[in-house]
């Protein structure tokens, strides 16, 4: 099982990414799934996760600015950043909490990382 994502990239401030993050392999079932950051320095720290039935949460730093959305039939997850400001440099990972067919139960999987770089 694995969470690939992509999207990332440099973008002006005040500009606009989508990342995406697909799970894949042998799945039964997709619980939770999020998005973390980790700036250069800094611990990593939760941007935004979406349960399988749609309810949201946001840091409050993104507030107004991300939109995290999933379709679950794809098993994928989605980030959509507005607004982007200078702060919001840093590597974005993917996790999701995916029960594994014939598997140990749930497990916490992380995505690879995908560096996003806002520019002045």
């Known amino acids: 099982v694995q969470l690939v994502e992509s999207g990332g990239g440099l973008v002006g401030a005040g500009g606009s990414l989508t990342l995406s993050c697909a799970a894949s392999g042998n799945i039964f079932s997709v619980n939770a799934m999020g998005w973390f950051r980790q700036a250069p320095g800094k611990q990593r720290e939760l941007v935004a996760d979406?349960?399988?039935?749609?309810?949201?949460n946001y840091a409050d730093s993104v507030k107004g600015r991300f939109t995290i959305s999933r379709d679950n039939a794809k098993n994928t997850v989605y980030l959509q950043m507005n607004d982007l400001k200078l702060e919001d440099t840093a590597v974005y990972y993917c996790?999701?909490?995916?029960?594994?067919?014939?598997?140990?139960?749930?497990?916490?999987?992380w995505g690879q990382g995908t560096l996003v770089t806002v520019s002045s």
């Open positions: 979406i349960t399988k039935t749609y309810s949201t």
């Open positions: 996790n999701a909490f995916i029960w594994v067919s014939d598997g140990p139960g749930w497990l916490d999987v």
